[in-house]
């Protein structure tokens, strides 16, 4: 039986044909480090460069299923160099973020959908299953582990990064049945250091991200290394990220940016506003973020929430749809094109200032630029941004999103 009929059942076994244990964080071992590393000032911190002092490690083989957990001290792994990960890409992770409230506990953003999705990329890539709220049980355990390491400071977090690689030490070209689960954690400040500043986007008709029947909408590794080129050749040209397309009928569709999704602002003749995302078709990442800016917008159209800065009788109509190329010029003509913004946990919200546009690689890109706010970000980027970041750090309470680690 290969292991990716193994199936979690929840009751601490994974059940296939026989049973086998799954992940259970009642057999956690804990060994804390006897020097603890110096913390470095949040002003000093660069995005994903220090990580903190401890990390959770387990094991899975098709014989004794998921290893006791353990949580013990940050430090090198030791992997067979014909292990699967390094030959055929069977690496998949997540990323969220750890605050602290106002009462001082830690707090997790809507982990259980990166547990969902971290489950559905390990499936993705015939990995073995594993029990997702025991994984989230142990993801609490070790922020409450290394909870000094969270800054308390506004706009600062302390990034998070499940990751599951396959460790099958054989080169035959196939599933892995072994696989080591890790998670490690790293301080993080805001994006911009010096208050948002407008990105520039270049969408180059060469680059494609993801495409239907693709990998595109798991978090797996694979997706990101072929990205780095034409981001490097984007940032020779001026841009700071790429806004990947994929050509259809349609058009050129607007798809994602670097590793974001995306997010477009139109005014309308009645006042309100149109905002727009493209639908999970196959090639969209469903971001936690994405999903948690739909949410909120409807929920300010309801009446449940006023988005900050937004008048709570101006409705904001989230919409997920297929753009193109050719409709952004063409709302931008109707001086209908407000904003463009990208989503993520890393930068949580960031506005676009310019994006260039080169169906034609011998040619420069032909710029569109959008309204520039007076130079700030544009009303709905920036209330969508302060929203988010209040829930997360516990200033508001919506809807169970912001969960302690107790
Ligand atoms: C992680 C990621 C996102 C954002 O997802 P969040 O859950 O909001 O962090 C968007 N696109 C890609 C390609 C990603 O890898």
């Not at 804990?30 to 911190?45: D, F, G, N, Y």
């Not at 302390?158 to 696989?179: C, E, Q």
């Amino acid at each position: 039986m290969s292991n990716s009929e193994w199936k979690s059942v929840g009751n601490g076994h994974l059940e296939g044909s026989i049973s086998i244990p799954d992940l259970d964080p009642s057999k956690l071992i804990v060994t804390l480090t006897a020097r603890l590393k110096p913390i470095p000032q949040p002003e000093s911190l660069v995005f994903g460069a220090t990580m903190s002092d401890h990390m959770l490690i387990a094991s899975f083989d098709p014989i004794n299923g998921w290893s006791a957990p353990e949580i013990k001290p940050y430090g090198p792994i030791t992997l067979d160099p014909a292990s699967s990960c390094f030959q055929y890409a069977t690496n998949t992770f997540e990323g969220m973020k750890a605050y602290i409230g106002p009462d001082g506990s830690a707090r997790l953003f809507r982990p259980e959908k990166n547990m969902a999705r971290l489950a559905r990329s390990a499936e993705r890539l015939a990995l073995p299953p594993f029990n997702t709220d025991a994984l989230l049980e142990l993801i609490k355990r070790l922020v409450v582990v290394d909870q000094r390491w969270i800054p308390n400071l506004e706009g600062h977090s302390l990034y998070i990064r499940p990751t599951i690689i396959g460790t099958r030490s054989a080169l035959g070209v196939s599933a892995s049945d072994h696989a080591l689960l890790y998670v490690i954690l790293s301080p993080s400040g805001p994006y911009f250091r010096t208050g948002p500043k407008p990105i520039a986007l270049l969408a180059a008709a060469e680059n494609v991200r993801a495409w239907p029947g693709g990998t595109g909408s798991h978090k797996v590794a694979g997706n990101y290394a072929p990205g780095f080129l034409p981001q490097r050749n984007a940032a020779k040209q001026g841009y700071d990220q790429i806004l990947w397309l994929l050509r259809d009928k349609a058009g050129w569709k607007v798809t994602e940016a670097g590793a974001m999704n995306v997010f477009i602002v139109l005014s309308r003749e009645d006042g309100d506003i149109d905002l727009i995302t493209p639908p999970l078709d196959g090639t969209i990442l469903p971001g936690v973020t994405r999903d948690s800016v739909l949410a909120i917008a409807k929920a300010h159209t309801s009446g449940n929430l006023t988005l900050p800065g937004i008048p709570s009788t101006q409705s904001v109509h989230p919409y997920e749809q297929t753009f193109t190329i050719a409709d952004m010029d063409q709302w931008f003509a109707e001086g209908r094109l407000q904003e463009l913004f990208v989503v993520g946990t890393a930068v949580v919200v960031a506005h676009v200032g310019r994006v260039g546009f080169q169906d034609d690689m011998k040619k420069p890109a032909r710029d569109l630029v959008l309204p520039s706010h007076e130079g700030r970000m544009g009303p709905v980027s920036r209330a969508v941004r302060q929203m988010i970041i209040d829930i997360q750090q516990g200033k508001v309470e919506w809807d169970g999103w912001s969960v302690r680690c107790e």
